[in-house]
C-alpha cells in the first residue's frame, strides 16, 4: 500500500492505495455529452509511462528520431510533451486539496484538465492534481508526478492475485450497458449501448490483429466474437490469400490447437502483463484483451428466460426478462486503434501504415 503526499511540504494527499494496471479506456473520450463513471475502483491507483495532457507539438514539429525513441512508428496528428508518469485515482480517494478556479477549462459540463493542473496542495498551494469530470470522459484524478511523491504506509506488499484466483474471483464486463446524458439520472433517458470499455478494448485488439494477419485474412470464433472483430477484418483484409486464424486462449481453456496462428489472450488487471502460454503454442502472436471482456467472451453471462406460458417453477421468485442490446452495430473505438497501431513495428509496411495514416470515409463508418 502507499499514500501520494506532496512534493513541496509533505502533506498528505491521497488515502492509502495499491497499484493496478491503466485501464485501456483510461484516455478515452466517448461520444458526446454521455455521462461515463469513475475510471479507477477505490483504493487503487495507475501509472502512465507515457506523457499525455498539455502541451501538445504537432507531428511536423517532431523529429522522426525523436518519434522513433518514443515508440511511434507512423505518423500521428500531436504527441504530448506533458509529463510521463502521472498517476490516476479515483476521485473520492484525494484528499487535502483545493480546486484552482482559474485553473477550470472544460467543455461543456465539467472539469477535462486542458488548462494544466486544476488542484492545489491545501497546505501550501502547489498545483498537484488535475479533476476531469467533463461530460465523455472518465472521472478521475490524474496526479502532477513531479509533484507529489509515492511513500509506502505499510511493510507488507500484497502479491498480485495468480491467474487461477483471478478465475475463481474475477468478474465479466458486460458487453453493453445503459447509458445517459450529463446531469440526468440512471433511468431517465438512458439507452442501451455497446459498452464503451468494450469499443476502446477492441480498438487496441484489432490493430493487434491487422498486425499479426500479415496481410491474410483472419479468421475469429464464432459468436459474439465475431460479432465484435469479424465485419472489422472482412472490411480490411483482402479475401485472398490463405487465412490466419484467431482463437481464445488462457487460464483453464485447453491448449490451443496447433493451427492457431494468432491468440486472444487476457491482461492481468494488477500486472498489466498479458497470459503467456506454453509449448506450440507460445510461437503464436498474443492479441492483448482486458481481463473482463476475455473473461465474458471466454464465459457469457446468459440472459435469464423468460417464461411463456404455465406457471413460475417452484423456489424461484422472478425471473428477468433478457437485457436489452444495442440497437447499432459494434463499432471498435477509432482513436485507441490508431494509437495502438502506430506503436506497433509492424505499421512500417506500406500496406498498414496506410491504414494508419487514414482509412476511407466510407472504410471508417464500417469499422469505427
Known sequence: MFVFECAGCGATLTAPLSEVALPAHAHQKYGNGNQLPVLMEPGTFAVDPEPWGPPWRKWEEIDPDEAEARGIHAPVHALSDGPAGTVVIAPGDIRNTVLIPEMAGGYCCGLDGSDGPNMACE??????????????????????????????????????????????????????????????????????????????????ALAHLLAASGG?????????????FQRALDAVLPAGPPA??????????????????????????QTGKPWTPAGPAASAYPVPLPFGMWLWLVHPEPDLPVPTSGVMPDGVLDVDPPLPRPDHLFWADAAAFQHTLVRLPAVRSPWLREIAGDLPRSMRGLIF
Open 123 to 204: 497546505a501550501c498551494g502547489l498545483p498537484v492534481a488535475s479533476r476531469i469530470d467533463d461530460c465523455s470522459l472518465w472521472q478521475a484524478v490524474w496526479l502532477v508526478p513531479d509533484a507529489v511523491r509515492r511513500l509506502p504506509v505499510d511493510g507488507t506488499a500484497i502479491a498480485p492475485l495468480s491467474w487461477a484466483e483471478l478465475m475463481a474471483e474475477g468478474t465479466g464486463t458486460p458487453p453493453y450497458e445503459p447509458l445517459t446524458g450529463w446531469g440526468r439520472p440512471l433511468g431517465s433517458g438512458h439507452r442501451w449501448s455497446w459498452s464503451p470499455q468494450w469499443e476502446v478494448a477492441a480498438g487496441r
Open 216 to 228: 491474410h485474412p483472419v479468421i475469429v470464433p464464432d459468436g459474439l466474437i465475431t460479432e465484435v
Open 244 to 269: 490466419r486464424h484467431a482463437v481464445l486462449a488462457g487460464p483453464e481453456l485447453p491448449a490451443p490447437d496447433a493451427e492457431a496462428d494468432i491468440l486472444l489472450v487476457p491482461v492481468h488487471p
